[in-house]
């Protein structure tokens, strides 16, 4: 690394906050913006947990759960974007927390990060492989569809998404160029389709006011069932803090890093509502939606396949099955810049290897990191009983959403802290950041205790007939996890982290930086 001050504003700016530009800046606002909209990618969320939605409050969750949602991760993304704008470096979130709040926020925040974003991509491509094993079997290419052949095609799909990220930045941002007209375009033919050529075609007042209550809680009701729904938007709105991420490899990243936050929410909103609203008018019948028997775990496909002609839901299954590949890679390049910058700053054991760089200028050990622990996190679905398998999936969104959103709202709780102390870049939110980020942080608190909870009343303890299988297995995760990172902090970290370190020798002007 050299020493020399740059000359670009970017470059400058970087050096400000203590890094020389070593990956390649060669993204433009549209490709920041793309890479969190493929992640976010309402064609793989927004299908792929549509289940979890219509079993628990039913259409009324589609119809009034997504707008609700849609809102409140507004509120969390704008509190995000004016932190991106102050701070446009890979490190992100765990950066941001380090500088408000000193090196323990950034360790708890920076692990946080980590493993949700490796969560996140194992799901994303273990939901890729269903979609794209189903695909294969449509078009007439039988390989089967049992869970060692999903896991296989699992497998091919991570490496896929590993080869395709070494090549180098340049073909990253084409491919997320692309798969942001394929988003786009995608729902258009979806909303299309499905409104001009499906079989049956649902009343407005049943997508708008029948429920589906399965929780069997006990109290609450339909109410509390349409809370524990909001899961499958929830779930989906998750990965925008990839633009904070490509900071380094963006343009006029203090501004392009904000826009491409809360454009991407606004827009997986909006097209995301449509989409999940012409699939819902779609529902064949509602009863075999919901029937693990005739759905095969995934309602959408049922929907497709009973609602659409062969060739038609063919499409639309081809549509979903690339998108979701678009998605996983995404999120593959979003997760080995976090790492990269995380281990840049010594908190990952191992962090010279992780923290390298090839000779296109790309992280490619952390990219294998990152790979490899997606594979190694989903090897236990293989040994879990088939009946156990919704309730994985339902603990493993849950475990990536909560672990995700409590790293978005620590740096906006530190930010609330330091309040008219911060110095903003330039892209902010003015007085209003009070507002914001008190309705961010309300937001966070509530889903982080709404997603842990059990979904079935079996699961509580006080139950006569108590159940392993009802349980909520998040809780257990997610404490598990924080207790893992709280020991190590307090045994060893705290000697040997201090935070993002310093590789610029000339000090940046102390007026741009923000006392803990």
């Not at 969320?45 to 979890?52: F, K, V």
């Not at 007209?181 to 258009?188: C, I, Y």
């Not at 501004?255 to 991407?264: L, S």
Request: with cysteine; charged share 10%; glycine share 10%.
């Amino acid at each position: 690394m050299t020493d020399s001050r740059p000359g670009s504003d970017d470059e400058r700016r970087l050096a400000e906050l203590g890094y020389t530009q070593e990956l390649a800046r060669s993204w433009s606002g549209f490709s920041n913006f793309a890479i969190s909209f493929t992640i976010v990618s309402i064609l793989t969320g927004g299908l792929a947990s549509y289940g979890i939605g219509l079993a628990n409050g039913g259409p009324v969750t589609m119809a009034w759960g997504w707008p609700l949602v849609s809102v409140m991760v507004l509120f969390v993304g704008l509190a995000m974007a004016e932190l991106a704008s102050s701070y446009p470096t890979s490190g992100g979130l765990y950066w941001w927390a380090s500088e408000l709040g000193g090196p323990v926020w950034g360790w708890f925040t920076g692990w946080f990060n980590l493993i949700g974003q490796i969560a996140v991509t194992a799901a994303i491509d273990y939901g890729a492989a269903i979609f794209t094993t189903v695909v294969l079997n449509v078009i007439g290419v039988d390989i089967g569809t049992g869970r060692a052949v999903v896991f296989l095609v699992f497998a091919a799909i991570l490496a896929l998404h590993a080869v395709l990220n070494i090549l180098g930045p340049h073909l990253s941002a084409v491919i997320n160029n692309v798969s942001a007209w394929w988003h786009v375009g995608g729902v258009a033919v979806f909303v299309a389709v499905l409104g001009i050529g499906a079989h049956h075609r649902q009343s407005v007042e049943f997508v708008f006011t029948e429920t589906v209550d399965n929780s069997a809680v006990g109290f609450g009701g339909v109410a509390f069932s349409f809370l524990l729904g909001l899961l499958h938007a929830q779930y989906t709105f998750t990965g925008y803090d990839a633009s904070a991420h490509m900071s380094e490899e963006t343009h006029d990243a203090a501004r392009m890093a904000a826009k491409g936050i809360v454009t991407t929410i606004a827009v997986s909103a909006v097209a995301g509502y449509l989409l999940i609203m012409a699939v819902t008018f779609a529902i064949p019948d509602l009863h075999d939606a919901l029937d693990p028997d005739r759905n095969s775990g995934y309602p959408v496909i049922y929907i497709l396949e009973n609602s659409l002609n062969g060739f038609w839901s063919g499409l639309l299954l081809v549509i979903a099955a690339v998108a979701q590949l678009f998605c996983g890679y995404a999120s593959v390049t979003s997760a080995s810049r976090m790492l990269f910058a995380f281990a840049r700053d010594g908190a990952v054991p191992g962090s010279r290897l992780w923290s390298g760089l090839s000779a296109r200028r790309v992280p490619v050990h952390a990219v294998l990191f990152i790979s490899v622990f997606a594979f190694v996190l989903l090897i236990p679905s293989m040994l879990v009983p088939a009946a156990n398998a919704p309730t994985a999936y339902a603990a493993a969104t849950s475990v990536a959403t909560v672990g995700l959103y409590v790293a978005y709202g620590i740096p906006v709780l530190l930010r609330q802290r330091h309040g008219s102390r911060f110095r903003t870049g330039p892209w902010h939110l003015g007085s209003w950041y009070r507002v914001v980020g008190i309705v961010a942080l309300g937001w966070i608190a509530l889903i982080s205790v709404l997603f842990i909870l059990p979904t079935d009343d079996r699961g509580y303890p006080w139950h006569h007939d108590f159940a392993w299988t009802a349980v909520n297995y998040a809780p257990i995760t997610v404490a598990g996890v924080v207790g893992a990172i709280a020991v190590w902090w307090f045994a060893s970290a705290r000697h040997w982290f201090t935070g993002p370190k310093r590789f610029v020798a000339e000090p940046p002007d102390e007026a741009v930086r923000n006392d803990p």
